[in-house]
Antibody
Framework: QVTLKESGPALVKPTQTLTLTCTFS??????????VSWIRQPSGKALEWLAR???????FYSTSLKTRLSISKDTSKNQVVLTMTNMDPVDTATYYC??????????????WGQGTLVTVSS | QSVLTQPPSVSGAPGQRVTISCTGS?????????VFWYQQLPGTAPKLLFY???NRPSGVPDRFSGSKSGTSASLAITGLQAEDEADYFC????????????FGGGTKLTVL
């Protein structure tokens, strides 16, 4: 049974750095073909993909946010960590981590965490 | 502005059939990348409805079906039920954005 759960601060101040942790079970990020992504969703709005990390430590970032994002993994703890620098009120959103599956032509998100709401406010 | 365009809302009566469109471009759906659909019930995380070529994860009823043509895709729901009331998002891959996985803006389905 695959599960993922996000954790981190509910409130951060503008200009601060956000650090979120995704703790998962039911699979290993040391297994070939495993990938985990972070996605966010402002309240009532669309989903936005942020970053991805693969079993071989390949990393990919949203073009629009790549200067502010960093993703890493701790395989021994079954965790993926996302950091986002210089937080702004527009970054207020629910942040999800999700495992990625693959079809013949693209990747998708087959298991999601419950999400964690992050509010950016002074 | 989402890379994939969906209607903000659709509605239907119980038992009816509704469709939700997802319009992309030549750099995503039109290139041949698969389109995936997610259902998000109020206050919950998105749930995968479709992957690959009309594949449904276990537990997803066959009332849900997908199709793709050119630069667009559609999700069809037949035999509409009250429990289908949710937000629906399409997702694909866009080759013009240096490797970004893109979503539609979401469609709110209301069961009348």
């Amino acid at each position: 049974q695959v599960t993922l759960k996000e954790s981190g601060p509910a409130l951060v101040k503008p200009t601060q750095t956000l650090t979120l942790t995704c703790t998962f079970s039911g699979f290993s990020l040391s297994t070939s073909g495993m990938r985990v992504s972070w996605i966010r969703q402002p309240s009532g709005k669309a989903l936005e993909w942020l970053a991805r990390i693969d079993w071989d430590d390949d990393k990919f970032y949203s073009t629009s946010l790549k200067t502010r994002l960093s993703i890493s993994k701790d395989t021994s703890k079954n965790q993926v960590v996302l950091t986002m620098t210089n937080m702004d009120p527009v970054d207020t959103a629910t942040y999800y981590c999700a495992r990625m599956g693959s079809s013949t032509s693209a990747y998708y998100f087959d298991y999601w965490g419950q999400g964690t709401l992050v509010t950016v406010s002074s | 502005q989402s890379v994939l365009t969906q209607p903000p809302s659709v509605s239907g009566a119980p038992g009816q059939r509704v469709t939700i469109s997802c319009t992309g471009s030549s750099s995503n759906i039109g290139t041949g990348y698969d389109v995936f659909w997610y259902q998000q019930l109020p206050g919950t995380a998105p749930k995968l409805l479709f992957y690959g070529n009309n594949n449904r994860p276990s537990g997803v009823p066959d009332r849900f079906s997908g199709s793709k043509s050119g630069t667009s895709a559609s999700l069809a729901i037949t035999g509409l039920q009250a429990e289908d009331e949710a937000d629906y998002f399409c997702q694909s891959y866009d080759s013009s954005l240096s490797g970004n996985w893109v979503f539609g803006g979401g469609t709110k389905l209301t069961v009348l």
